[in-house]
């Protein structure tokens, strides 16, 4: 595969990703006060837009860090099923609180905590979807010889 079709594999591969920690978040956000927004009216087509939508906020805040971690991966050839969901749990968090993000504590059953844990598992998910799909053959636009 050439260095174009490697590309549109990256970029496919990157917007799967935000879909799939779009959903974790929306589902991780949304699932503690479902019969409350059921009540009001919030079906599953309601839930799809907001998926839709944060997959597109996540996509945009999200570029410029991956796509260092993109290009480190595909330089360097790394392919290992750890790395990208390590990565991707490790980059929304700093990416929500900063690289700071040890520094906020809060109590084990907490808003704060749970919170945390719903950004790391979509960060961790969309690097497992990217994994799936681009980061499995990184690297292999490269000639070996």
Not at 22 to 28: D, E, K, P, S
Not at 107 to 119: I, M, N, W
């Amino acid at each position: 595969m050439g260095i174009v079709g490697r590309i549109f594999v990256v970029l496919f591969g990157y917007w799967l990703a935000c879909v799939a920690a779009a959903f974790v978040l929306t589902v991780g956000t949304v699932t503690p006060d479902w019969d409350y927004l059921a009540s009001l009216g919030l079906h599953s087509e309601g839930v799809w837009w907001i998926v839709v939508m944060s997959s597109v906020i996540i996509g945009i805040i999200a570029m410029l860090p991956t796509l260092i971690v993109i290009l480190l991966a595909e330089g360097f050839a790394l392919r290992s099923i750890v790395l990208y969901p390590a990565f991707g749990g490790a980059l929304a968090l700093a990416l929500v609180y900063g690289l700071d993000f040890g520094g906020y504590v809060g109590a084990p059953g907490s808003f704060l905590a749970r919170e945390r844990q719903v950004f790391a598992a979509s960060g961790i998910a969309g690097g497992l979807v990217y994994w799936m799909f681009a980061g499995r053959t990184a690297g292999s636009w490269m000639m070996r010889t």
